[in-house]
């Protein structure tokens, strides 16, 4: 996603989607444009595409920049680790957690 200005590139959004949402990654601007916050106007852009295609949320990914803050992010765990007995019984409640973990239990 690009901005641009009388035939000039602005600025630059560098991110990808996954199958729920589109992860916004990094924004390269010629610092020329600053005073226009181009970071700010292509993140509304990607949010707005985010809408026109029904998902509501944007992963703004890792990190706890301001922005994100001023924008209503949250912060998420990135992971989760679950460690069980090797016990028989630990063994099956770690089956079934990675077969719930990958959608194939309720």
């Known amino acids: 996603l690009a901005l641009v200005r009388a035939?000039?590139?602005?600025?630059?959004?560098?991110?990808?989607?996954?199958?729920?949402?589109?992860?916004?990654?990094?924004?390269?601007?010629?610092?020329?444009?600053?005073?226009?916050?181009?970071?700010?106007?292509?993140?509304?852009?990607?949010?707005?595409?985010?809408?026109?295609?029904?998902r509501g949320q944007i992963d703004l990914l890792r990190g706890d920049e301001a922005y994100k803050r001023d924008w209503g992010g949250i912060c998420r765990p990135l992971s989760t680790i679950t460690v069980f007995n090797r016990t028989l019984a630990g063994r099956l409640l770690g089956l079934w957690a990675r077969c719930r973990a990958f959608g194939r239990l309720p």
């Not at 601007?29 to 509304?44: K, M, Q, T, V």
């Not at 852009?45 to 295609?53: F, N, Q, S, V």
């Open 7 to 54: 035939g000039e590139i602005a600025a630059e959004h560098f991110g990808f989607w996954s199958g729920r949402a589109p992860h916004y990654y990094n924004v390269a601007f010629d610092e020329r444009f600053a005073s226009f916050s181009p970071g700010g106007l292509l993140l509304r852009e990607t949010l707005r595409r985010a809408c026109e295609k029904g």
